[in-house]
């Protein structure tokens, strides 16, 4: 029998060192897999252009910032709710609600010029985001109903929704019946920080975010709250904490960011409503929290670390013909043995001679 | 490592100086790249694509070198996926309507590539449009299931509300009405192209409706497979999926995209390649059929056959008047055949006598 016994004290450095530990197995376990199914010569350039490539190019660097912008934003919404416990797993259906609020706010005022166009749309997207969370906040509070299934399912109705939405009131007049919006104007398109890419205004805004919850996390009431509320809720009841307010807030917090995740993809990259809007960024944003163990900052560096992983894979996939699958064998490997390490930092496997 | 690199450098140095002298021919191969919504495994729409690809490789051999890349979402990745593949290649074909936008943008940022977008509309200097007259082949499959239903009613699975779907939904009723003035057809959306679950669930749904003859606009053989454990009869979509279906399937609309992959990519070889807009269809081999499966009577085998032979010496078009739409409006008057704009590329209305609703 092989049990886990709790260790009595965490080692520091592995608590540090085990996301690296992780990266470093991942790696490994890629370069087996290659040494299989390639031959010798190509190995050594698969895994360069996997997992450098996009870090040194100078078309696929801005759009790796591109890809982690949104998911560094969704994720720091996660990682508050997930502290205290309260599990947002239908970001993707908020950030398809926030995207929805903002572009039919661009699209209302088609060919306007204005530079308050897009602080317009954004509040529209956060609200709109907000307004999809607190569904599943009211369930919660009043009748007890589990978050979790409230979220998933609502992220169905969103996609739903925007079909909708796309088959009618917002569809392109002059597009053939296809159900996507118009092609948003420029007033109603981000600004580009980096010319000639794509990388847009979002990535600071994520940055800024990822400091601003860090600072709020550590210094303001809020942030004590729900991080008690997490590790011991008849604690926090005793400190006079009030659960609901917690419920409240996580999930519009988490609601309203991916709500504003939304907005910067369909005025950024995309440039318009499409039905192809939800990509999974609300899903992925989940191992991206995790990966970072809810650390804001952290949430930055494995934002671009899942990011690697997509853009990369694409490369090799057209370079190689390799399936497009080794994105989220990748993926899936990194969230592994991040917790397994996790779990050999706070257990350690003891050997049990059965006694009987 | 350094003895590898050592060892494929001398290779490549030995490899290219051999090509040099035997080969007479100074230009390059045209480096072409396909991009693909599905897995080429899905044996219908990215397979029929794929399938093309390996015609016009086999045709062109060492004139081309092909790449290719799947399940690229209709999202803002598929700009970069784009992009890289423009960067690459000398032609890019992007063979799914919602990388329309993408293609035209990355189209523009790369005047010198030439792109050939899939069952879209928008033209460029250096960006072609083709597309497959889809309904020509519905219209076959709808006699056919006109004939063969015993319980008068059809299942439809169909993908998202666009023109195209639309077409083939209004083309197979009204074939299968006018060989049957009893039948109906029941449409369920399953808003993806290729998603194996939903497609199963929509055609268990379907049957459990009184469907005995199940039609599909989605690219799994999902919908397939279960006609054949419930012993109903379906029809294959864009290839062959008779393996899933032996008994099931009646025949099969299967695209084949080869002959016009191999053209376009020889006219970019040729310096003759300019932005086109082709619709093609049975007349021009563009769409073709299964063979037709034995269980079926051979009278109604022959009327299949006769329509296909109509259809290719263009002696008949399946929107043929006096048609009305649902809602009892005349659409075409008697003999009237309609125009491929506006009608036919944005069709948004069921003729008359669907009593499914139209998804709004």
């Given amino acids: 029998m092989i049990k886990l016994i709790p260790r009595v004290e965490n080692s520091k450095v592995m608590i540090l060192l085990s996301p690296l530990l992780a990266m470093t197995l991942t790696a490994l376990t890629a370069l087996i897999i290659f040494i299989f199914i390639l031959d010798d010569i190509k190995v050594s350039s698969v895994f360069f252009t996997l997992f450098v490539l996009p870090l040194t190019d100078s078309y696929l660097f801005p759009e790796l910032l591109v890809k982690a912008a949104p998911l560094m934003i969704i994720g720091l919404g996660l990682s508050i709710g997930f502290r205290a416990g309260i599990w947002n797993i239908g970001a993707e259906g908020q950030y398809v609600i926030g995207g929805i609020a903002g572009g039919a706010v661009g699209l209302?005022?088609?060919?306007?010029?204005?530079?308050?166009?897009?602080?317009?749309?954004a509040i529209a997207s956060i609200l709109g985001g907000m307004f999809y969370a607190s569904i599943a906040a009211f369930l919660r509070i009043r009748y007890q109903v589990n978050e979790i299934l409230v979220t998933l399912m609502l992220t169905y109705v969103a996609v739903l929704f925007l079909s909708a939405m796309l088959q009618g009131p917002l569809r392109n007049p002059a597009g053939f019946n296809f159900p996507e919006s118009r092609i948003f104007h420029d007033s109603a398109m981000l600004p580009i920080i980096w010319e000639g890419t794509r990388l847009h205004i979002g990535f600071i805004v994520a940055i800024i975010l990822s400091f601003v919850a860090w600072f709020g996390i550590k210094k303001h009431m809020f942030g004590m709250q729900i991080k008690i509320t997490g590790s011991a809720p008849r604690a926090a009841k005793?400190?006079?904490?009030?659960?609901?307010?917690?419920?409240?807030?996580?999930?519009?917090?988490?609601?309203?960011?991916?709500?504003?995740?939304?907005?910067?993809?369909?005025?950024?990259?995309?440039?318009?409503?499409?039905p192809g809007l939800p990509q999974f960024y609300g899903f992925t944003a989940i191992i991206v929290a995790f990966l970072a163990r809810?650390?804001?900052?952290?949430?930055?560096?494995?934002?671009?670390?899942?990011?690697?992983?997509?853009?990369?894979?694409?490369?090799?996939?057209?370079?190689?013909?390799?399936?497009?699958s080794i994105t989220q064998i990748f993926q899936g490997m990194l969230l592994f043995y991040f917790l397994a390490c996790d779990i050999l930092i706070k257990y350690k496997v003891v050997l049990n001679k059965t006694k009987n | 490592m350094s003895k590898v690199r050592f060892s494929s450098i001398l290779k490549l140095t030995v490899l290219s100086t051999v090509l040099a002298f035997t080969s007479n021919v100074s230009?390059?191969?045209v480096k072409a790249a396909f991009v693909y919504i599905g897995p080429t495994g899905d044996h219908g729409w990215t397979y029929a694509?794929?399938?093309?690809?390996?015609?016009?490789?086999?045709k062109l051999g060492d004139d081309v070198i092909m790449t290719t890349i799947e399940n690229v979402a209709e999202n803002s990745d598929s700009e970069r996926v784009i992009t890289s593949l423009a960067r690459k290649n000398d032609i890019v074909f992007t063979t799914s309507f919602g990388y329309m936008n993408p293609t035209v943008k990355v189209a523009k940022r790369y005047p010198d590539v030439k792109f050939e977008h899939a069952t879209g509309y928008m033209l460029e200097d250096n960006v072609s449009v083709y597309s497959a007259r889809f309904y020509e082949g519905r219209h076959v499959i709808g006699k056919i299931a006109g004939r063969m239903t015993e319980s008068n009613v059809v299942g439809y699975i169909a993908s998202f509300p666009i023109p195209e779907v639309i077409r083939g939904i209004n083309s197979a009723f009204l074939a299968a009405k006018s060989v049957n003035p009893d039948v109906q057809i029941k449409v369920v959306w399953v808003y993806s192209w290729y998603d194996p679950g939903k497609e199963a669930d929509a055609a268990n749904a379907l049957i459990a409706q009184g469907a005995d003859v199940l039609m599909q606009h989605t690219d799994s053989t999902a919908a397939m497979t279960v006609a054949e454990e419930n012993g109903v009869y379906a029809f294959g979509q864009a290839s062959n999926m008779r393996e899933w279906g032996p008994n099931a399937q009646l025949t099969g609309i299967i695209n084949d995209w080869g002959p016009y992959y191999a053209d376009r990519i020889a006219a970019v070889?040729?310096?003759?390649?300019?932005?086109?807009?082709?619709?093609?269809?049975?007349?021009?081999?563009?769409v073709k059929f299964a063979p037709m499966n034995n269980n079926m009577p051979t009278e109604v085998k022959n009327?299949?056959?006769?329509?296909?032979?109509?259809?290719?010496?263009?002696?008949?078009?399946?929107?043929?008047?006096?048609?009305?739409?649902?809602?009892?409006?005349?659409?075409?008057?008697?003999?009237?055949?309609?125009?491929?704009?506006?009608?036919?590329?944005?069709?948004?209305?069921?003729?008359?006598g669907i009593d499914s609703q139209y998804p709004n």
């Fill in chain 1, 108 to 121: 209302y005022f088609y060919n306007v010029e204005g530079f308050w166009l897009l602080p317009l749309m």
């Fill in chain 1, 238 to 274: 005793f400190a006079g904490f009030n659960d609901n307010k917690t419920v409240l807030y996580s999930l519009l917090i988490s609601g309203g960011l991916a709500g504003l995740a939304g907005f910067f993809e369909a005025s950024g990259p995309a440039g318009q409503l499409t």
């Fill in chain 1, 294 to 324: 809810l650390h804001p900052i952290g949430i930055l560096f494995s934002a671009l670390l899942i990011a690697l992983s997509y853009v990369g894979g694409e490369e090799v996939q057209i370079e190689y013909n390799l399936p497009s």
């Fill in chain 2, 27 to 29: 230009a390059d191969p």
């Fill in chain 2, 49 to 58: 694509h794929d399938e093309g690809v390996k015609y016009a490789k086999e």
């Fill in chain 2, 269 to 286: 070889r040729d310096g003759t390649w300019s932005s086109s807009d082709t619709f093609a269809g049975v007349q021009q081999g563009m």
């Fill in chain 2, 303 to 352: 009327e299949a056959m006769q329509a296909i032979i109509d259809l290719s010496m263009g002696k008949i078009h399946p929107f043929t008047g006096p048609i009305n739409k649902q809602d009892g409006s005349p659409w075409l008057a008697e003999g009237e055949t309609p125009p491929n704009f506006p009608d036919l590329l944005t069709m948004d209305f069921y003729v008359e």
